[in-house]
Protein backbone atom coordinates (compact mmCIF):
# COMPACT_ATOMS: atom_id res chain seq x y z
CA UNK A 1 0.00 0.00 0.00
CA UNK A 2 1.08 3.39 -0.63
CA UNK A 3 1.81 6.27 1.93
CA UNK A 4 -1.42 7.92 0.94
CA UNK A 5 -3.56 4.51 1.56
CA UNK A 6 -1.98 3.84 4.68
CA UNK A 7 -3.07 7.88 5.60
CA UNK A 8 -6.39 6.94 4.75
CA UNK A 9 -6.44 3.09 6.49
CA UNK A 10 -4.94 4.78 9.80
CA UNK A 11 -8.09 7.34 9.72
CA UNK A 12 -10.62 4.64 8.81
CA UNK A 13 -8.88 2.50 11.92
CA UNK A 14 -9.67 5.61 14.28
CA UNK A 15 -12.97 6.40 13.04
CA UNK A 16 -13.38 2.68 13.42
CA UNK A 17 -12.07 2.72 16.78
CA UNK A 18 -14.17 5.06 19.05
CA UNK A 19 -17.44 3.93 18.08
CA UNK A 20 -18.51 0.71 16.80
CA UNK A 21 -19.15 1.04 13.18
CA UNK A 22 -21.14 -0.77 10.39
CA UNK A 23 -19.40 -1.75 7.21
CA UNK A 24 -21.95 1.14 4.43
CA UNK A 25 -21.47 3.30 7.20
CA UNK A 26 -17.63 3.30 7.12
CA UNK A 27 -17.94 2.90 2.85
CA UNK A 28 -19.75 6.64 3.21
CA UNK A 29 -17.23 8.23 4.92
CA UNK A 30 -14.41 6.85 2.69
CA UNK A 31 -16.67 8.26 -0.16
CA UNK A 32 -16.86 11.52 1.23
CA UNK A 33 -12.88 11.30 2.18
CA UNK A 34 -12.99 11.01 -2.18
CA UNK A 35 -11.31 7.72 -1.78
CA UNK A 36 -11.53 5.82 -5.44
CA UNK A 37 -13.56 2.94 -5.04
CA UNK A 38 -10.59 0.33 -5.52
CA UNK A 39 -8.93 2.13 -2.50
CA UNK A 40 -11.80 1.95 -0.60
CA UNK A 41 -12.84 -1.84 -0.88
CA UNK A 42 -8.94 -2.85 -0.11
CA UNK A 43 -9.30 -0.36 2.90
CA UNK A 44 -12.54 -1.76 4.01
CA UNK A 45 -11.14 -5.99 4.06
CA UNK A 46 -8.35 -4.71 5.84
CA UNK A 47 -10.50 -3.24 8.52
CA UNK A 48 -12.69 -6.06 8.52
CA UNK A 49 -9.27 -8.44 8.58
CA UNK A 50 -7.98 -6.56 11.46
CA UNK A 51 -11.58 -6.91 13.51
CA UNK A 52 -12.22 -2.92 13.64
CA UNK A 53 -15.49 -3.68 11.63
CA UNK A 54 -17.50 -6.58 12.55
CA UNK A 55 -21.27 -6.06 11.30
CA UNK A 56 -22.69 -8.95 14.16
CA UNK A 57 -20.39 -7.10 16.97
CA UNK A 58 -22.14 -3.51 15.87
CA UNK A 59 -25.64 -5.02 15.40
CA UNK A 60 -25.33 -6.52 18.88
CA UNK A 61 -23.51 -2.76 20.32
CA UNK A 62 -26.25 -0.41 18.80
CA UNK A 63 -29.44 -2.69 20.14
CA UNK A 64 -27.87 -2.60 23.33
CA UNK A 65 -26.76 1.00 23.33
CA UNK A 66 -29.95 2.07 21.75
CA UNK A 67 -32.17 0.31 24.40
CA UNK A 68 -30.17 1.03 27.60
CA UNK A 69 -29.22 4.61 26.63
CA UNK A 70 -31.98 6.14 24.70
CA UNK A 71 -34.52 3.69 25.94
CA UNK A 72 -35.83 2.84 22.47
CA UNK A 73 -37.97 -0.34 21.83
CA UNK A 74 -37.48 -3.40 19.91
CA UNK A 75 -39.48 -1.76 17.03
CA UNK A 76 -37.31 1.56 16.80
CA UNK A 77 -33.83 -0.37 16.51
CA UNK A 78 -35.00 -3.00 14.09
CA UNK A 79 -36.36 -0.09 12.35
CA UNK A 80 -32.85 2.25 12.62
CA UNK A 81 -30.74 -1.12 11.71
CA UNK A 82 -32.64 -1.88 8.82
CA UNK A 83 -32.26 1.91 7.65
CA UNK A 84 -28.66 1.44 8.08
CA UNK A 85 -28.73 -1.79 5.47
CA UNK A 86 -27.83 -4.01 8.45
CA UNK A 87 -29.28 -7.95 6.91
CA UNK A 88 -32.38 -8.98 8.98
CA UNK A 89 -30.59 -11.91 10.70
CA UNK A 90 -28.06 -9.52 12.00
CA UNK A 91 -31.12 -7.34 13.29
CA UNK A 92 -32.47 -10.66 15.13
CA UNK A 93 -29.53 -11.07 16.87
CA UNK A 94 -28.80 -7.47 17.56
CA UNK A 95 -32.28 -7.62 19.30
CA UNK A 96 -31.28 -10.82 21.18
CA UNK A 97 -28.91 -8.16 23.13
CA UNK A 98 -32.66 -6.91 24.68
CA UNK A 99 -33.47 -8.83 27.73
CA UNK A 100 -37.23 -9.38 27.95
CA UNK A 101 -37.66 -8.83 31.31
CA UNK A 102 -35.15 -5.98 31.20
CA UNK A 103 -37.32 -4.70 28.52
CA UNK A 104 -40.78 -4.58 29.79
CA UNK A 105 -39.01 -3.14 33.04
CA UNK A 106 -37.89 -0.46 30.93
CA UNK A 107 -40.79 0.07 29.63
CA UNK A 108 -43.25 0.11 32.96
CA UNK A 109 -40.81 2.77 34.08
CA UNK A 110 -41.05 5.42 31.18
CA UNK A 111 -44.60 4.92 31.99
CA UNK A 112 -44.68 5.51 34.93
CA UNK A 113 -42.78 8.57 34.52
CA UNK A 114 -45.07 9.47 31.32
CA UNK A 115 -48.64 8.31 33.72
CA UNK A 116 -47.49 11.18 36.31
CA UNK A 117 -46.89 14.04 33.77
CA UNK A 118 -50.19 13.19 32.20
CA UNK A 119 -52.86 16.05 33.21
CA UNK A 120 -55.46 14.19 31.75
CA UNK A 121 -57.79 12.38 34.39
CA UNK A 122 -60.04 10.90 32.22
CA UNK A 123 -58.42 6.53 32.42
CA UNK A 124 -59.35 6.26 28.93
CA UNK A 125 -57.45 8.94 27.51
CA UNK A 126 -54.72 8.64 29.90
CA UNK A 127 -54.58 4.57 28.53
CA UNK A 128 -54.72 6.19 25.30
CA UNK A 129 -51.26 8.62 25.51
CA UNK A 130 -50.01 5.75 27.91
CA UNK A 131 -49.73 3.63 24.44
CA UNK A 132 -48.73 6.42 22.24
CA UNK A 133 -45.77 7.09 23.99
CA UNK A 134 -44.54 3.65 24.36
CA UNK A 135 -45.55 3.49 20.09
CA UNK A 136 -43.08 6.27 19.62
CA UNK A 137 -40.28 4.85 21.25
CA UNK A 138 -40.51 1.78 19.61
CA UNK A 139 -41.66 -0.69 21.56
CA UNK A 140 -44.14 -3.76 20.71
CA UNK A 141 -47.65 -3.12 21.16
CA UNK A 142 -48.47 -6.59 23.06
CA UNK A 143 -46.00 -5.85 25.50
CA UNK A 144 -47.27 -1.88 25.57
CA UNK A 145 -50.75 -3.61 26.39
CA UNK A 146 -49.28 -6.20 29.02
CA UNK A 147 -47.88 -2.93 30.63
CA UNK A 148 -50.43 -0.38 30.46
CA UNK A 149 -52.77 -2.81 31.92
CA UNK A 150 -50.79 -3.70 34.78
CA UNK A 151 -50.31 0.20 35.43
CA UNK A 152 -54.11 0.41 35.30
CA UNK A 153 -54.76 -2.21 37.98
CA UNK A 154 -52.34 0.07 40.32
CA UNK A 155 -53.90 2.53 39.16
CA UNK A 156 -57.52 1.91 40.18
CA UNK A 157 -55.80 0.09 43.57
CA UNK A 158 -54.46 3.93 44.34
Known amino acids: MSSETDFILNKARHFCSYQER ?32 NEE ?9 KFRINR ?3 VKIAYELEKRGVPGAL ?3 GLEEIDPKEYEAALEDLLTRKNREIKDKDPLSRKKKLISFASQRGF ?8 VAALAGKMAKS
Open 72 to 74: WGR
Open 91 to 93: VRI
Open 57 to 65: RFARAFAGG
Open 140 to 147: DYPVIQRV
Open 22 to 53: YVREVADKLKEWKVRPEVAEKILEQLITEDFL
